[in-house]
């Protein structure tokens, strides 16, 4: 499967991503060793350091990068889209077969929703802060974001619980 | 300005639009009456009902519509982007300077939160249900979707409040 | 009917668009007393010119705008795509029924293979300069883009033989 | 180098692909050998012919998919972009560095231009028939678009010629 990891940005050495340094870094390394695809918005923060993880477990990670971003050296492949990072964020959602959210601010906020809209499954690593875990109390049932129920947005707590659903 | 107006589609003779016509008639009639160029969906609903509004006050309507989508017969102009509903809102948010938000499912979710990150301010008009209602205990400090703080999201009850913003 | 007008950009008062005035203003001018509604570019060049004559009849013109450009002052209405300057053609030529070429550099030449793309029928003014005539001696049996006869591209010399196709 | 080779859709086995097979074949290969990526637009024909030679040679190859498309069974990795094959052609030529054209009807053509406004550098395999062919004459001074000069279009007839630039 193609497996998207979104999150919060910014400098990996500080707070909130160096708090999530070991998740992201284990989440990218499961990701690889079950040789699904791990597709990012290709820069830094929780981007990073799923990267990071991947890579030293042989993973194949795309960044799907806004116009002129420049991607984290960990990606195998950088893909410059040239459009916005909204746009960008579309193509991203829509490659991947399924969607873990981990933190993050209005960004993935955005690509929870976009997730939802095009149907893709999503899972929330939930006690990551930021929008991951702010959405999770408004989802209708504990799974949806609307009643018309196209997908389900499913809640984890550890890497044992990601492991049974990829 | 150029005021887009967001929230519910589906038909007009049935909840949840049915019971928020007077709502978004009036709101339409005093965006047309203060000479604002209207920005809607360009389908049924709530588009549908405000642009109605809007046209009996001589206003000026644009339906920014997906591909192949239809217009609803009170629009002054149908532009079909045709592009998919996502890529469709984008467009519609960035042309607007400014959005009000009324009910509505994911689709409106999916418009107040481009809006946060094109810097758009936003209107709830509270008490319309659908994530108008829902998204305002997520915000933070009762005014942002994420701590970058981009632009306010303001709420409102009523149309004498409505009044005072526009 | 929509219809858009594409052509070069750049200032009015100089070559090559200060030579084109007279057939842009008049285009416009005819478009509207046949109350169409003109879509353009939204900027400077032809598209100011066509908007310029358009106004004078007392039309409706829709400028499409790139993110963060500003429209010319005949408009009728800006709306900012947001996008950058190639998604913008996608979504202005889209809102289209048809479209007609005068003059213009790349971008104009973008425009035109988008309407085939997307199966507007265009028209080239020629003797206008630019894409509108070098394109014309590529068409596969005077007529199109390629064997797949996605739509017709005509092509006219004046403002009389424009009449007898709006 | 991320390298973008565009040209025919259509079945392998029917012309005009057919008779291309060889140069594709080998194009694909001597990418691979030079460590290129290869990006395509990951379905039939020219890109299918493409991306065996370069698996054969062990690269990478990216398939950037309209919405919907399958992809043809020699991409490394398909990205399905979710949009329409207009958008998705802008994603996949701003994601490359340089664009290699290999015959084409009107979706090379869109391509070809595309590539020049994103100041891509282009080289047209001339022999290739198509839009690859019928842009050449069209060249100010043999190279550009236009009279901005945006980026250098560049013809080869070998691939040996095409080893030069690669």
Chains 1, 2, 3, 4 share one sequence.
């Not at 116009?67 to 492949?77: D, E, L, M, Q, V």
């Not at 959602?93 to 993935?108: F, K, L, N, P, R």
């Amino acid at each position: 499967m193609r497996i998207a990891v979104i999150g919060y940005s910014g400098p990996i050495d500080k707070d909130p991503v160096k708090s999530l340094e070991e998740i992201c870094v284990q989440t990218g390394r499961v990701l690889a060793q079950k040789d699904h695809t791990i597709i990012t918005g290709g820069r830094d923060g929780v981007m990073e350091l799923v990267a990071r993880g991947a890579k030293e477990a042989s993973g194949t990670i795309i960044g799907v990068l806004p116009k002129g971003a420049r991607g984290n050296p960990y990606n195998t492949i950088n893909l410059d889209t040239g459009q916005d990072y909204l746009v960008r964020s579309l193509v991203l959602i829509h490659a991947a077969d399924m969607v873990i959210s981990i933190g993050g601010e209005v960004g993935t906020l955005f690509e929870i929703v976009t997730s939802y809209a095009y149907q893709k499954p999503v899972i929330l690593f939930r006690g990551t802060g930021g929008w991951t875990d702010r959405i999770a109390p408004t989802l209708i049932d504990g799974y949806y974001l609307d009643n018309r129920r196209l997908t389900k947005i499913l809640q984890i707590s550890s890497i044992e619980e990601l492991m049974l659903h990829i």
